[in-house]
């Protein structure tokens, strides 16, 4: 079982729709990590949360420690938010400060 | 704006070549890391360096992989000689230290032939 889990691994959806994506974790961490992936494109970092909420124009993310469940949520989808979204945790692993990627949820968003 | 630059983009390159990539940092990073991705993956720790030192490489097969960051400021990831399964992204990202927020480079997509 991975350390991080995402789902849904693929979501389709209609312009306007409002989006949920989930990710679980197994381990202890110090934060966790949203980040979004366009097609060919590098990394960009999203939200870095250890508690609550947070939002940031119509991206909301928000964590509850004690179930270790984060999710992202997309308010008013658009087609330009069509990317793979990816959940990471920075944990300590073996004494080391990790950054554990779930395998993203490819969302895409039709006109 | 402050940014992780990664070069070359793209590479394509034949099996059994070698192959580099480079990366600098966003500066006053002590924290670098170099990832893999496989398509459809998530990415995989290759290697993580503090400043000079190298902080995890469990990961790095290093029969044929290599990094350093010599001065602690760039980074230059090898592969020699490059395998087929080796095609992949490989991003590399920065953050001010262990913990903190990590930002990643527009990574190179390496594709060998």
């Known amino acids: 079982k991975n350390e991080v889990e995402q789902s849904p691994q693929n979501l389709t959806a209609q312009e306007g729709e409002f989006i949920t994506i989930n990710c679980s974790y197994s381990?202890?961490?110090?934060?966790l990590h949203w980040l979004q992936q366009h097609p060919g494109g590098g990394i960009v970092s999203l939200f870095m949360?250890?508690?609550g909420k947070k939002k940031h124009g119509r991206l909301i993310a928000t964590i509850n420690i004690q179930e270790k469940h984060s999710s992202l949520h997309i308010t008013a989808s658009h087609p330009r938010d069509s990317a793979v979204y990816i959940c990471?945790?920075?944990?300590?692993?073996?004494?080391?400060?990790?950054?554990?990627f779930g395998q993203g949820t490819r969302l895409t968003i039709n006109p | 704006e402050a940014e992780v630059a990664q070069s070359p983009r793209y590479k394509i390159t034949e099996k059994s070549q070698a192959v580099a990539f480079w990366c600098d940092p966003i500066?006053?990073?002590?924290?670098l890391y170099w990832y893999r991705q496989i398509l459809g993956q998530g990415p995989e720790l290759l290697v993580q360096?503090?400043?000079?030192?190298?902080?995890?490489d469990s990961q790095l097969p290093k029969d044929r992989f290599s990094a350093e960051r010599l001065k602690g400021v760039d980074s230059t990831l090898k592969i020699q000689p490059a395998e087929l399964g080796d095609s992949a992204m490989y991003l590399c990202?920065?953050?001010f230290g262990l913990g903190w927020e990590a930002f990643f480079g527009q990574g190179t997509r390496l594709t060998v032939v």
């Open positions: 949360l250890s508690s």
């Open positions: 381990v202890g961490i110090s934060a």
């Open positions: 500066s006053g990073h002590a924290t």
């Open positions: 360096f503090q400043d000079e030192s190298v902080v995890d």
């Open positions: 990202a920065s953050s």
């Open positions: 990471a945790v920075s944990s300590l692993i073996q004494g080391a400060q990790k950054l554990v």
